[in-house]
């Protein structure tokens, strides 16, 4: 217990200078919490509504998927969610991935390791930190697994991905991420980031994984968009 012991005081002196606030509504909270009392109880959870296998609001399991299953914990179409999630790749502030992890983590078996969705060197050194190795970093000590560093990587692009359809999407993330020689073989992998989408990003980052050996992904996201499948119908 005494790394948790001198964690918990860094965190308690850090509250002092730096006040701890809730992700999502922006009120100042007690020093160990990572979430308002308000938010907690008054969030949709995911988890309990999605499928999962796909992750998806509405099912959409298919062949192609290379994760075995997915969970999220929230839902981004919710504004004070997508702000909360917006906050965090600005910012880098952990009480997003901590309050993920926790709801997450019900649902969560041991691992072999947990990677998170990497990002460009460039990009990773203009903003500081990577979102969601930060909660790779969370999930990772609360299953008391390794994070997994330098197991795949993302080149640097100008364009952002939300600019482009689900079809392009596919077709550039082939060439945008690549896996390193690491051996993952017969390891259950945790594969994480902040946000699915149309699950691009995380289904290309998963194929690698496997294709490194991995017997088993499973993905976890601090939100997943819940309207975005029922609205591409249309
Ligand atoms: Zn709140
Ligand atoms: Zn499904």
New binding site residues.
Partial sequence: MPKTFLKSCKVWILDILFPNR??????I?RWDKS??E???HGLDIACEQICHKCGNYNCSCNDDNCYDNAFAALFFDDEKVSNAVYDFKRTGMSNLAEYTSEIVGKYLEKADLVVGVPMGKRKKRNRGHNQAEILAKCIGERLDTAVGKNILYKIDTKEEQHHFSEEERKERVKSLFYGSDTDLSGKTIILCDDVMTTGATINRCAELLKEMGAKKVIVCVCAVTKLYKSQREG
């Fill in positions: 809730c992700p999502f509504c922006n009120e909270i979430v308002c308000d938010c907690e």
